[in-house]
């Protein structure tokens, strides 16, 4: 009974034991995000010991407190009045007023970059204490207080243009490096509106071959003292008073009617272009109609010399190939009369000789002998024709009679 006492006792003391510990372990051991900075406060030292691994960490009884690594932090709360907006809420927009006297509220978010080593976490811990009292008290009223050096840098037209762009990169600069040391200066310059010159104060940035970016500063950035870094700013939209959105309204329509009427006066010039261009377009087609015309009626002119010199060809051979034929007969004819004829046909011969000389004389119409006049039973005159005739026929009838 005695020992089962004893085994009771020395159970529950165990149990204790490893319950304590097991409490304690979360007080011993801290299990670390990697995502996040820890700084832990040692009881006894009270020296600070940074974590920037995730995993197990011996915390051993200490206060430990954690940082974002990186944070994106909005400066987007605004609310409309009766002049305007204003900042409100826990991320109020931040405030500027513009060198024309324009007032706006920005609206946005950039990205903060704490630092990993542990001097400048543990002066961060030391000074504000949590990652909350760090975006208060350093981080928001570092942005207010650039945002509204950069306002005196631009018109607020300026900020409505391409020109934003120059108010993200003023805003993203001073942030890590410090706010601009300006020059205010008196300049004279056109109202777009209302088409007269107006006197406006507008802020030159200094320049200093030896300060951050090559222009003097105020003052050293905040962040530059705590190791922290800025990401770029995101602009994500400018809420103006009611008398400056009147003004970039009207600006708006006067800019719209200029690019109009540029518009419409490049129309225009496209047109009379386009005009002048099928001008002479139409005078180079006709042109083009008119040598073709002339081509026409060249090529058509050497066709019909071409057919006249062939017909003249043909002609000329038609009248050789007539004399041929007759040379030819000619000659067929002198050497049938050479191998010699029956008496018949050379009579038949003669005959036709004499009258084809005949004919060739009548045809001259020259009267190479008189004409004898025999009266026939009609009444009908003989020529030389019939006198030949006749005489050949005589002539035959001796032959034959012989």
């Given at each position: 009974?005695?020992?089962?006492?004893?085994?009771?006792?020395?159970?529950?003391?165990?149990?204790?034991?490893?319950?304590?510990?097991?409490?304690?372990?979360?007080?011993?051991?801290?299990?670390?995000?990697?995502?996040?900075?820890?700084?832990?406060?040692?009881?006894i030292t009270g020296n600070y010991k940074v974590w920037t691994d995730g995993g197990l960490q011996m915390q051993m009884f200490g206060s430990v407190q954690s940082y974002s690594k990186?944070?994106?932090?909005?400066?987007?709360?605004v609310e409309k009045n009766q002049t305007g907006y204003v900042g409100v809420g826990r991320t109020p927009a931040a405030a500027t007023t513009f060198n024309d006297k324009g007032r706006g509220m920005i609206v946005g978010s950039f990205r903060v970059v704490l630092p990993?080593?542990?001097?400048?976490?543990?002066?961060?811990?030391?000074?504000?204490?949590?990652?909350?009292?760090?975006?208060?008290?350093?981080?928001?009223?570092?942005?207010?207080?650039v945002v509204t050096a950069c306002g005196p840098l631009m018109s607020s037209l300026e900020s409505v243009s391409d020109t934003r762009t120059d108010l993200i990169a003023y805003i993203t600069d001073q942030l890590n490096n410090g706010v601009y040391k300006t020059k205010a200066v008196k300049t004279e310059v056109l109202n777009d509106l209302t088409g007269e010159m107006e006197t406006r104060s507008q802020s030159i940035?200094?320049?200093?071959?030896?300060?951050?970016?090559?222009?003097?500063?105020?003052?050293?950035?905040?962040?530059?003292?705590?190791?922290i870094t800025?990401?770029?700013?995101?602009?994500?939209?400018?809420?103006?008073?009611a008398?400056?959105?009147?003004?970039?309204?009207?600006?708006?329509?006067?800019?719209?009617?200029?690019?109009?009427?540029?518009?419409?006066s490049i129309e225009a010039m496209q047109r009379t272009l386009q005009i002048t261009e099928e001008g002479k377009a139409a005078a180079e087609k006709a042109k083009w109609e008119?040598?073709?015309?002339?081509?026409?009626?060249?090529?058509?002119?050497?066709q019909e010399r071409e057919v006249a010199r062939l017909a003249a060809e043909k002609a000329k051979f038609e009248k050789e190939k007539v004399i041929a034929e007759g040379q030819a007969q000619a000659e067929a004819n002198r050497l049938k009369v050479a191998a010699g004829l029956t008496p018949q046909e050379r009579?038949?011969?003669?005959?036709?000789?004499?009258?084809?000389?005949?004919?060739?004389?009548?045809?001259t119409k020259v009267s190479w002998v008189p004409e004898i006049m025999i009266n026939g039973k009609d009444g009908a005159s003989n020529t030389a024709m019939d006198a030949v005739g006749l005489n050949m026929l005589m002539d035959v009838v001796k032959k034959q009679t012989k």
């Open positions: 009974m005695e020992m089962m006492s004893k085994k009771s006792i020395l159970g529950i003391v165990v149990g204790v034991i490893a319950v304590v510990l097991f409490g304690a372990s979360f007080y011993i051991f801290e299990d670390a995000d990697k995502s996040k900075n820890y700084v832990c406060q040692m009881p990186t944070s994106q932090v909005e400066f987007s709360g990993t080593d542990e001097q400048n976490m543990s002066k961060i811990q030391r000074d504000f204490g949590s990652e909350d009292a760090l975006i208060d008290n350093l981080v928001r009223p570092t942005l207010y207080k940035i200094l320049e200093d071959p030896n300060a951050p970016g090559g222009y003097a500063r105020q003052e050293i950035s905040p962040f530059s003292q705590y190791g800025c990401g770029l700013v995101s602009i994500l939209d400018i809420k103006y008073d008398a400056t959105q009147d003004q970039i309204d009207a600006q708006k329509q006067a800019n719209l009617a200029v690019i109009t009427s540029k518009t419409k008119q040598e073709r015309e002339k081509a026409v009626a060249v090529t058509k002119a050497e009579a038949e011969w003669d005959y036709k000789t004499a009258v084809g000389i005949a004919q060739a004389l009548a045809d």
